[in-house]
Structures are given as C-alpha cells and as structure tokens.
C-alpha cells in the first residue's frame, strides 16, 4: 500500500509539476503521497467494504491510474518571489548557517531521544484513548466510515473531521494492532517543517530565514506534543495548511491550474483532519477571495477560482461533514447554523459547552485568571518560540510599508490576525471550570495555524533587515532549547526524558549515520547488485526489528495499567464490552476494552438523545440493554470525583454480573453463566 501510494505520487508530480525543486517538490510529493494513503482507504469504507484486501485492491487500481497521468508541457518557473526587492547580499551568512544547523540538530535529537522513550510503550494521551484509536477499531470492525462512534456521555468527539485517524487507520489495519499508530505522525511533523520552510521561500524570504521560521513552530510544544508523544493527528492538519499555502503563493504568481489543484486539495486536507481546520480554512479562502478580486483579475475570475477551490476543498475533507449530515442532520455537530437568525441546522442543547466551553475573551478582563492559569499555559504550550513568533507579526507590519510586491505577505498577515481574532472566541479555548480554565495549553494548537503564517512572514520581514536572519536563526536555536527544557519535564509532556533516553537518541543518530554513508558508497559504486543486496538486507532488518518492536509492545501494552483493564486484556474470547459510567483523565479504559488485537466489540451503555449519547435515567432501559444486546463485560467508570460504586454498577450487579477486577476507577463485571 505505501509503495503504491509513494509510486503514485511520483509518477503523478514527476509527470504535472515538472517544475517543481528543492522543498517544493518534496512538499507535492507529501501532499499526494498522503491524499493516495487517505483514497485507498476511504474509497473502500464509502462503499461498506473496508478491508486488507480492498485496500490492496485500491492500491493497484491508484498505482495503474498514475502511469496513465499524461506529462504537462513544462511552463516557465514562475518568478521567485520577491516580496520587496529581494534579500539582502549576505543574508545568509555562516553565523545563521550553523546556528540554524544546531537547532535542527537538537530537535532531530530529541525526536530521537522521545522514540528511543516511547517506540515500544503504547500511548496514554486521552482523546488518542477516548475516540481517536477506537473509531478506527470500529472502523475495522465495520467495514465502513457511515457511523459515528462516541464513548463518552455528553460530548460528541466522534464528529470531528477525521482524515487524521484515516491516516492512522492506515497503519492500524494490516496488523490488526496500533503497535506502528503512534509512529504514524512523526514523518508528517517533519513535513510541516518542510512546508513552512517552502512557504517563506515562495513569500521572498532568504534561505536561512525561511529555515529558521520553520524551526520556530517545529521548536512550539504544541506541535511536538500532539505529533511525538500523543498521537493527536494535529501535525496532519498544519502541513496541508502549510502546502496548501505554498501553492496558493505560486498560482498567484504563475496563475498555473495545476498549482490552484494542490492548492484546494491540500487545504482540503486539513479541513478534514480538525475543527479548527475548518474554520482556519475558510478565513483563507476568504482572504484569497479579496486577494484576488483586489488584485484586478475581475471578479468573475475570481469566482470561477474560488468556486474551485471550495469544491477541491470539500473533496479532500468534505466527507466527514456529510457523514454529520447524513447520521444527525447537521454537517457540524453540534453546532446550531442560524446566520442572521435563519435556521439552517439546529442542534440540541450542549451541556458541557454551556458549562466548560469557556473562550479566551470570557477572560479578557480577569488578570486574576490570567496571572494564575493562562499565562502559566501558554509558557508551557507555545513557550519562547510563540513569543517571537507573535513579535514577528508585528514587526513583519511595520517593515509591510512600502515593500515592492508585498501582496502575499500582507495577505499572510491578514489570514493570521483573523485567526487568532477567531481563535480568542473559539468554546474550549480556556476551557474548564469557571473561573478556573485548565485546557488552555492543549487547547492553544487552534491558535497555531496563525503561527505558520506568522513565521513566514517573520522570515520574509527578517530578510530585509541587515543581520535579520542571523539574529532569526538566534532566537529560533534559543527557542529549540527552550522547548527541549520543556519537553524533557514531565509536568509538561507526561514523559520523562532522561539521560539514558539521550544517549540512545544519540545512538540511534550514529546508527542512521553510517547506513546514509553506506548507502552513498553503494550508490557511488554503481553496482547495481550490491544495490539490490543492500535493499533486501534492509528489509530483512526492518521485518525482523518490526516484529521484535510489535513483540516487545504486545507484551506491556497497558497492562498494569489499572487491574480491570489487565482483565479485559487478558480475555481472548473476542466478547462485547459495554462501557458504562464516566471516568477521569487516567488511562482510559475505551481502546484496552478492545483487546490486544482490536477484535472485541465495544459500545458505551447509554441512549442516543437528539444525536447526544446519554447516560441511562433507570435501571430497566440500563439492564434491558445490556441482556438484549448480550454483553459479557460491563466495564465501569467511577465517577468525577471518584465514588465507591456509581449506579451502573449497582444495576449490573443486581442483574447477576459479578466483579472480576476493581480499582478506585473501574470495576469490570462478568456477565453471568447461563444455566
């Protein structure tokens, strides 16, 4: 499937973007290689029918298409842009070369540092427990994405646009094991880097700038949390923004269809992964719109090219919003669509929204609660890198007046500040309690679609200035150390990096040393024999080490975690889980409840109420459902707070189930014998 997907994408971008060098080509071959992996597993779950054999199948039929893509003529590359003159001589002098070089140094490090922790350890995170893992087990389970699964009472994770756990799904599925999931997103985080390091060439910005812009969000905790350490699909989201931005540039340039193609199919793909892709998606959209209309190109130019757009948008990521559309009647559950008081979609009542769904500006005028929770949030989620990154908005503002071609750069600044206008009202953005917002942190990755635009107009504005990119390449070597001070404290990423952790990142980096140099001496030689060798040994090498790795994660994957879930995973019988009660932020017990291997059926124990999964008012709906439908665990949660026995747990036990493991979290019950 990969080497279909990877093929594909070459013979696609190789034959339609002859023009393309350097990062640019790096990032279509990214982007297309992604949306291959996506089609060849959504096609076949759109049609009920997902499986290993479908996707294979896909697989072929996408690889087959590809050699039929005829060669466009190669235009002429359109100008560089310049952005206001171009770069002063000597912008890119030796002092940002190697501090630049040291940055990306450390964070290759600590990447290597973090899988060396966390390659064999399932992960923890909660929403990577709570709907992101399970939905694709039952995805698998199904055969088919026409559903919506939920495990949680009274919130509605299983309506997010989901192109991110696709991705996951990809690597899940031919295992039947999420041994290779939390791995899935680390490439994708380097293509972030990659494509807001395109982005800032295609603005003007010069080499090492643009290198130290893309340092700075790779360098933002809330990027290399969600993408190292927790398996949130954010990192997915962020590079389609970035590439989709990098094509919008060139067609703006070039005017090439080809450009506005990647454009709207790379926007589209992050439209589809988060909410807040949704909405950063639209606002550039709308700037490109005015951008274009203001540029003189007519507006029925720019109607034509903006109704493309939206339509390319919607077919990378509008299959989610049907989904919504078709199972609730609403595309974006559970948010009511009244514009100007003129019903479109209704939605019911959102509890939890009313009562933790807390926004930026409700805080606008409480330093208290600035001074005690925000502020300590953002020092740990955005920390230095964030800082300058905000500095830079302002500073590319200023040094805007006047500059030659700066169209683009000030469309950039534009689609930034919107954002973050959007972002201070976004529900969640200081969520929690009232007067005590405690997912600021977490939460702050819907500011950073912002920040990409930020650093490439940061870079650009750097550019200008006579020591600008070495003092860039500074601040962005001080923010890297910054976030590894950071990460490396488990308050902050829940993992402690220690020194063993160090020295086998550095070991890892020797190992990937030599093979380059090998590879390179092969190359040289010519041979293509010792070539062909040298491939098979390292496939050799990779199954034999997958399989330890797949062997070695199996054996501790979550047990010890809590005792009902060691049960649960110590049953190989395939059964029906029902999941009952409400537990806290410890290890989540909806993905364990799946078994090892993903086979077991599990369901939340609650009613469907106007699309909002409840919890049961009475005993006999509670009891009634659990006897028709033929459950043999009920597994429940303890509360928040903690109780000693939820209600659940009575009515279970008052049908006959008996306790098999407990906690002062979960009490998982067996159903009882039959006579």
Same mark, same amino acid.
Request: hydrophobic share 55%.
């Given at each position: 499937?990969?080497?279909?997907?990877?093929?594909?994408?070459?013979?696609?971008?190789?034959?339609?973007?002859?023009?393309?060098?350097?990062?640019?080509?790096?990032?279509?071959?990214?982007?297309?290689?992604?949306?291959?992996?996506?089609?060849?597993?959504?096609?076949?779950?759109?049609?009920?029918?997902?499986?290993?054999?479908?996707?294979?199948?896909?697989?072929?039929?996408?690889?087959?298409?590809?050699?039929?893509?005829?060669?466009?003529?190669?235009?002429?590359?359109?100008?560089?842009?310049?952005?206001?003159?171009?770069?002063?001589?000597?912008?890119?002098?030796?002092?940002?070369?190697?501090?630049?070089?040291?940055?990306?140094?450390?964070?290759?490090?600590?990447?290597?540092?973090?899988?060396?922790?966390?390659?064999?350890?399932?992960?923890?995170?909660?929403?990577?427990?709570?709907?992101?893992?399970?939905?694709?087990?039952?995805?698998?389970?199904?055969?088919?994405?026409?559903?919506?699964?939920?495990?949680?009472?009274?919130?509605?994770?299983?309506?997010?646009?989901?192109?991110?756990?696709?991705?996951?799904?990809?690597?899940?599925?031919?295992?039947?094991?999420?041994?290779?999931?939390?791995?899935?997103?680390?490439?994708?985080?380097?293509?972030?880097? @990659? =494509?807001?390091? !395109?982005?800032? $060439?295609? /603005? &003007?910005? *010069?080499?090492?700038?643009?290198?130290?812009? +893309?340092? %700075?969000?790779?360098?933002?905790?809330?990027?290399?949390?969600?993408?190292?350490?927790?398996?949130?699909?954010?990192?997915?989201?962020?590079?389609?923004?970035?590439?989709?931005?990098?094509?919008?540039?060139?067609?703006?340039?070039?005017?090439?269809?080809?450009?506005?193609?990647?454009?709207?199919?790379?926007?589209?793909?992050?439209?589809?992964?988060?909410?807040?892709?949704?909405?950063?998606?639209?606002?550039?959209?709308?700037?490109?719109? @005015? =951008?274009?209309? !203001?540029?003189? $190109?007519? /507006? &029925?130019? *720019?109607?034509?090219?903006?109704?493309?757009? +939206?339509? %390319?948008?919607?077919?990378?990521?509008?299959?989610?919003?049907?989904?919504?559309?078709?199972?609730?009647?609403?595309?974006?559950?559970?948010?009511?669509?009244?514009?100007?008081?003129?019903?479109?979609?209704?939605?019911?009542?959102?509890?939890?929204?009313?009562?933790?769904?807390?926004?930026?500006?409700?805080?606008?005028?409480?330093?208290?609660?600035?001074?005690?929770?925000?502020?300590?949030?953002?020092?740990?989620?955005?920390?230095?890198?964030? =800082?300058?990154?905000?500095?830079?908005?302002? /500073?590319?503002?200023?040094?805007?007046?006047?500059?030659?071609?700066?169209?683009?750069?000030?469309?950039?600044?534009?689609?930034?500040?919107?954002?973050?206008?959007?972002?201070?009202?976004?529900?969640?953005?200081?969520?929690?309690?009232?007067?005590?917002?405690?997912?600021?942190?977490?939460?702050?990755?819907?500011?950073?679609?912002?920040?990409?635009?930020?650093?490439?107009?940061?870079?650009?504005?750097?550019?200008?200035?006579?020591?600008?990119?070495?003092?860039?390449?500074?601040?962005?070597?001080?923010?890297?150390?910054? =976030?590894?001070?950071?990460?490396?404290?488990?308050?902050?990423?829940?993992?402690?990096?220690?020194?063993?952790?160090?020295?086998?990142?550095?070991?890892?980096?020797?190992?990937?040393?030599?093979?380059?140099?090998?590879?390179?001496?092969?190359?040289?030689?010519?041979?293509?024999?010792?070539?062909?060798?040298?491939?098979?040994?390292?496939?050799?090498?990779?199954?034999?080490?997958?399989?330890?790795?797949?062997?070695?994660?199996?054996?501790?994957?979550?047990?010890?975690?809590?005792?009902?879930?060691?049960?649960?995973?110590?049953?190989?019988?395939?059964?029906?889980?029902?999941?009952?009660?409400?537990?806290?932020?410890?290890?989540?017990?909806?993905?364990?409840?799946?078994?090892?291997?993903?086979?077991?059926?599990?369901?939340?124990?609650?009613?469907?109420?106007?699309?909002?999964?409840?919890?049961?008012?009475?005993?006999?709906?509670?009891?009634?459902?659990?006897?028709?439908?033929?459950?043999?665990?009920?597994?429940?949660?303890?509360?928040?707070?903690?109780?000693?026995?939820?209600?659940?747990?009575?009515?279970?036990?008052?049908?006959?189930?008996?306790?098999?493991?407990?906690?002062?979290?979960?009490?998982?019950?067996?159903?009882?014998?039959?006579?």
């Amino acid at each position: 499937m990969s080497g279909a997907a990877l093929g594909a994408a070459w013979l696609l971008v190789s034959r339609r973007y002859r023009e393309l060098a350097g990062a640019d080509r790096i990032v279509a071959l990214g982007l297309y290689a992604v949306l291959a992996v996506l089609a060849v597993h959504l096609l076949p779950a759109m049609l009920g029918v997902l499986s290993r054999a479908s996707v294979l199948a896909a697989s072929a039929l996408l690889l087959a298409l590809a050699t039929l893509v005829p060669r466009a003529s190669a235009p002429a590359a359109p100008p560089a842009g310049d952005g206001g003159g171009g770069p002063p001589a000597g912008a890119d002098g030796p002092v940002a070369v190697w501090l630049n070089r040291a940055a990306i140094g450390l964070l290759g490090l600590l990447g290597l540092a973090v899988a060396h922790d966390q390659a064999f350890v399932a992960p923890t995170a909660v929403d990577t427990l709570n709907f992101h893992l399970p939905g694709v087990a039952a995805w698998i389970e199904t055969g088919s994405i026409w559903q919506i699964d939920v495990y949680l009472p009274f919130v509605a994770p299983g309506h997010y646009p989901n192109n991110g756990d696709a991705l996951l799904l990809a690597a899940v599925l031919p295992w039947q094991s999420d041994f290779l999931a939390h791995l899935v997103l680390w490439p994708v985080y380097a293509l972030v880097g @990659v =494509a807001v390091y !395109a982005l800032a $060439r295609e /603005l &003007g910005a *010069a080499r090492q700038a643009s290198i130290s812009a +893309a340092v %700075l969000i790779l360098a933002l905790p809330a990027v290399i949390l969600p993408a190292l350490i927790n398996t949130y699909p954010d990192a997915l989201m962020l590079f389609g923004f970035a590439a989709g931005l990098v094509f919008l540039v060139r067609h703006a340039r070039g005017g090439e269809t080809r450009e506005l193609v990647a454009a709207g199919l790379a926007l589209g793909l992050s439209f589809g992964t988060k909410w807040y892709g949704v909405s950063a998606v639209a606002i550039v959209l709308l700037v490109w719109f @005015v =951008a274009t209309w !203001a540029r003189g $190109r007519g /507006l &029925g130019r *720019a109607v034509r090219d903006g109704a493309a757009l +939206a339509g %390319l948008v919607l077919l990378a990521g509008g299959v989610w919003l049907l989904r919504n559309w078709i199972e609730t009647g609403n595309p974006v559950f559970p948010v009511k669509v009244a514009p100007f008081g003129i019903e479109l979609f209704d939605a019911p009542r959102d509890v939890v929204r009313e009562r933790a769904g807390f926004t930026i500006a409700d805080y606008l005028g409480d330093p208290g609660v600035w001074g005690e929770y925000i502020l300590p949030q953002y020092r740990d989620a955005l920390a230095f890198a964030g =800082a300058v990154l905000l500095a830079g908005l302002v /500073l590319a503002a200023v040094r805007l007046r006047g500059a030659a071609g700066r169209g683009p750069v000030a469309s950039c600044l534009a689609a930034a500040v919107v954002i973050l206008l959007v972002y201070v009202v976004t529900p969640y953005s200081a969520g929690g309690a009232e007067g005590a917002p405690t997912i600021v942190g977490g939460d702050s990755r819907y500011a950073v679609p912002a920040l990409v635009l930020a650093a490439a107009a940061l870079a650009w504005s750097a550019s200008r200035l006579r020591r600008g990119p070495e003092v860039l390449a500074g601040l962005a070597a001080l923010a890297v150390i910054d =976030a590894v001070t950071r990460i490396s404290d488990d308050t902050v990423s829940l993992i402690s990096i220690d020194a063993g952790n160090w020295l086998g990142g550095l070991a890892l980096a020797a190992l990937a040393a030599l093979a380059w140099l090998a590879w390179r001496s092969l190359s040289r030689a010519g041979d293509r024999r010792l070539v062909a060798a040298a491939l098979v040994l390292v496939v050799g090498v990779a199954a034999v080490a997958g399989y330890g790795m797949q062997k070695r994660f199996h054996g501790n994957r979550y047990l010890g975690a809590d005792p009902a879930v060691d049960a649960i995973l110590a049953d190989g019988s395939e059964p029906r889980v029902g999941l009952a009660g409400v537990w806290d932020n410890g290890i989540s017990p909806v993905l364990p409840a799946f078994g090892p291997r993903l086979e077991n059926e599990v369901a939340y124990l609650g009613p469907d109420v106007d699309g909002f999964l409840r919890r049961y008012p009475t005993r006999d709906e509670f009891v009634a459902r659990v006897e028709e439908d033929g459950y043999e665990y009920v597994l429940v949660g303890h509360g928040i707070p903690r109780r000693p026995m939820l209600r659940e747990e009575r009515w279970a036990r008052s049908a006959g189930f008996e306790e098999v493991a407990s906690s002062d979290r979960l009490t998982l019950l067996r159903a009882p014998s039959p006579q």
